[in-house]
């Protein structure tokens, strides 16, 4: 059986992004997953979600909400931090710790939308991993068409009561606490009538299903999330009353960057494990590597692989900047999302029998990329996206 961690093999055009201090960064991260999370995998797997207690010790290393300000328990760093935890996660070819989600989404609703007692309240014991925090906008009725949504918030007195479900929601069995997208009015324009609503796990009427049973990512605890009469005080409001369509869109361009990140990482780990691969199987005397399709698939892969890569970083640097369009992210996500999920089906194809098999890290990619062209905006919505700005 091979180890789940690997180190990619340099890209053709070398990378510029980062500076010592990152390098210094990655070596903290890339030792957490080697000794925290690589040996439990099968564990996480078998249980649908990782140990609570993984979070506190992401924590404790600095390893949560990493791009907070200092003043709510982040180390207010830039997002290149963010793609390095999310890359390593990748390198160690672990789909089970749900942390970009946290610090790198609903971190970000808090600290852009949410008045300082929020911050104060939420960031630190987020960047601590005491709360463990998802975001809730998909319902079995509707996913692409958020402005569909159906969870009604209803204002009575000085609560919000909340009804309706949501599904397939990334650290929904172990969060403590959940943005949730709600529908708080009934205008003709779909999109003024939607909210964020901070609602805390220990909620009367707010309840969680059990993990679901997906193809893959088995490890990450996605589950169902109800919601019965539940009592919310109206500080509870993320923003205003109405604009949680707009609060939605205004980090878009990162939610796909995240996608891109983990996909282009993913791949340049299957791409490493691979190559290790060809050259210690042998067919007919001699290593597989060295039979002319498997050069010539390789050095395809390995290309469109940089490809990617170089797009991909270009736009970290515009993110960087905050100058990264919608369209230029929504491509990313879509492009490098299906580079993916071919570099690891190549990939298998030259694992043999072996790649079929779930020991081995090519076969758990295989299954666990397939997700990353389905959320965060399916591969169609963002073509559409791409389209109108024709
Ligand atoms: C592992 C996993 C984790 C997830 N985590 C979260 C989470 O943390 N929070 C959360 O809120 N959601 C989460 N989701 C849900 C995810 O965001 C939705 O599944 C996704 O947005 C698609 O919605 P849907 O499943 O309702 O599909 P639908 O919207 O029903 O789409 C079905 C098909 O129709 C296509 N389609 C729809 N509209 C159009 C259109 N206008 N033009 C062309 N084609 C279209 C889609 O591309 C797709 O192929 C997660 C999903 C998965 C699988």
Redesign the pocket.
């Known amino acids: 059986m091979q180890s789940g961690a690997i180190r990619p093999i340099p890209n053709m055009l070398a990378r510029k992004l980062f500076t010592s201090d990152h390098e210094a960064f990655r070596e903290t991260v890339r030792k957490f997953y080697e000794k925290e999370v690589v040996p439990n995998i099968e564990k996480y797997e078998k249980q649908q979600h990782v140990d609570r207690d993984l979070w506190n010790k992401a924590g404790e290393l600095g390893l949560l909400c990493t791009t907070m300000p200092e003043e709510y328990g982040g180390s207010g760093v830039d997002r290149l931090y963010s793609m390095i935890l999310i890359e390593e996660q990748a390198y160690a070819m672990d789909s089970s710790t749900g942390f970009s989600?946290h610090s790198d989404i609903v971190a970000n609703y808090i600290n852009n939308f949410g008045n300082d007692e929020q911050k104060q309240k939420w960031l630190p014991k987020m960047a601590t991993g005491e709360t463990v925090t998802?975001?809730?906008?998909?319902e079995p009725g509707?996913?692409?068409?958020l402005q569909a949504v159906r969870t009604t918030a209803v204002l009575e007195g000085d609560e919000y009561v909340i009804n309706g479900s949501?599904i397939?929601?990334?650290?929904g069995y172990l969060c403590d606490m959940a943005i949730v997208v709600c529908k708080t009015g009934n205008t003709e324009k779909g999109s003024a009538n939607l909210s964020l609503i901070i609602v805390e796990a220990d909620r009367a009427g707010f309840s969680k299903g059990k993990p679901l049973n997906?193809i893959g990512?088995k490890g990450?605890d996605?589950c169902e999330l109800f919601f019965d009469n539940v009592r919310v005080p109206k500080e509870n409001l993320l923003g205003m009353e109405g604009m949680g369509f707009m609060m939605l869109m205004k980090e878009l361009a990162w939610e796909r960057m995240l996608v891109a990140i983990i996909c282009q990482a993913g791949a340049e780990a299957a791409f490493a494990h691979t190559v290790q691969y060809t050259k210690d199987r042998k067919a007919f005397g001699k290593p597989i590597g060295t039979f002319q399709n498997t050069r010539f698939k390789l050095a395809e892969l390995r290309t469109e692989i940089d490809f990617c890569r170089t797009y991909l970083d270009r736009c970290m640097e515009l993110q960087l900047e905050e100058s990264l369009g919608v369209d230029a992210a929504a491509a990313a996500k879509y492009k490098i999302s299906d580079m993916f999920s071919k570099v690891v089906d190549e990939c298998l194809q030259l694992h043999g029998g072996y790649g079929y098999m779930l020991e081995y890290p090519i076969a758990r990619a295989y299954i666990d990329n397939r997700?990353n062209r389905?959320?965060?905006?399916?591969?169609?919505?963002m073509k559409?996206l791409i389209s109108r700005t024709l």
């Open positions: 989600l998802a975001i809730a906008m998909t509707t996913g692409s068409d949501k397939f929601i990334t650290n997906k990512m990450q996605t997700a389905i959320y965060a905006g399916t591969n169609e919505i559409e």
